[in-house]
């Protein structure tokens, strides 16, 4: 069984910083990719970043400059880092991860999301 869980979201005002955190766990051989995601409300699920085991990362536009991606491999976490918050950064913020099982299997999770309003 493999559990990603996020934490972190709140409220917060424009102009703002918010710290997310994804801790992956469970029967877990090894963690390629992991992902941020993030659907606001009436909209599809967006990409807003992603990294690589190795620390490489990639942003969308919308959070260049604003957002920052990390990860701990030793903890087997992700964390994003907001500032600058906007009202329309507002959204359920979800983690994905790529993994592979001590089992072999290799599989993409999701987690539950984390609410984050940014409020005007």
């Known amino acids: 069984q493999v559990q990603l869980v996020e934490s972190g979201g709140t409220l917060v005002q424009a102009g703002g910083s918010l710290r997310l955190s994804c801790a992956a766990s469970?029967?877990?051989?090894?963690?390629?990719?992991m992902y941020w995601y993030r659907q606001a409300p009436g909209k599809q699920r967006v990409l807003v970043a992603r990294?690589?085991?190795?620390?490489?990362?990639d942003y969308t536009d919308a959070v260049k400059g604003r957002f920052t991606i990390s990860r701990d491999n030793a903890k087997n976490t992700v964390y994003l880092q907001m500032n600058s918050l906007k009202p329309e950064d507002t959204a359920v913020y979800y983690c994905?991860?790529?993994?592979?099982?001590?089992?072999?299997?290799?599989?993409?999770?999701w987690g539950q999301g984390t609410q984050v309003t940014v409020s005007s």
């Open positions: 469970g029967s877990i051989f090894s963690i390629n990719f």
């Open positions: 994905n991860a790529d993994l592979q099982l001590r089992s072999g299997f290799t599989g993409n999770y």
């Open positions: 990294i690589s085991t190795g620390g490489s990362t």
